[in-house]
């Protein structure tokens, strides 16, 4: 089927020159997305679902070793996380050209990744901040105990993150928890897009830790810094 999609982009983050995809199923193991990318470095290191950001230099391979769950990095270079139901978030700074992509799943959102790795992401200077957030399971799928929901909510500012409740059960937003903490952050609405999908619900297109297991595959989602 040569016009199957094997990629999915941002519009708003294409807007602003930033290369970056994220993956369907359809590309395991994301090799459109290395193409894409090429010829700069593409940065990933060892997730571990907690806060630790790490930057984007250096060797390759040394950093695929590090844990952390976000990686920063400016031109010449490309950072990015592997994913399956949990969010994958890349961003963009306006004005410097760096770049972000970020794993946050709920443990990650829960202690923090995603201001961690807005931090580093300043460090390289003020700048606008332009986000996608990518596929990951919706609240339609995203079943927890009300225990994890009371965890999520409070790391969500306020924003209502609880889909539906269910014997003990409770079905979160997670995109809506990411987007709570982003909005937090300073970042403006309309800098952050929604590339949508449920990963568990549409196979087609999606990998899916819920849905397939341990077994599951993995989507790559990168972005490339550019010059500011
Ligand atoms: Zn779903």
């Given at each position: 089927m040569p016009d199957t999609p094997k990629i999915v982009t941002s519009p708003l983050l294409s807007k602003h020159g930033f290369a970056h995809a994220f993956s369907l199923r359809t590309e395991e193991p994301g090799a459109l997305v290395r193409a894409l990318l090429a010829p700069q470095p593409l940065y990933q290191a060892n997730q571990v679902h907690g806060a630790a950001v790490a930057r984007g230099e250096g060797d390759v391979d040394a950093l695929r070793q590090l844990p952390a769950d976000a990686l920063v990095a400016r031109a010449p270079s490309a950072v990015g996380v592997r994913v399956a139901d949990c969010a994958p978030v890349l961003v963009g700074a306006k004005e410097t050209g760096s770049v972000a992509a970020i794993h946050a799943g709920w443990r990650g959102v829960v202690l923090g990744v995603i201001p961690a790795a807005l931090a580093e992401l300043q460090r390289d200077g003020d700048a606008r901040r332009l986000v996608a957030i990518g596929p990951c399971i919706g609240p339609c799928c995203f079943e927890v105990g009300v225990d994890v929901a009371a965890q999520i909510t409070a790391a969500s500012h306020g924003a209502d993150v609880v889909a539906r409740r269910a014997e003990g059960k409770a079905y979160v937003d997670l995109r809506a928890a990411v987007r709570a903490q982003l909005t937090a952050l300073g970042?403006?609405?309309?800098?952050i897009d929604d590339v949508p999908g449920c990963t568990k619900c549409d196979a087609a297109r999606f990998f899916s830790f819920r849905r397939d297991g341990a077994d599951a595959g993995r989507h790559l989602a990168a972005i490339a810094a550019r010059s500011p």
């Open positions: 970042v403006a609405p309309g800098d």
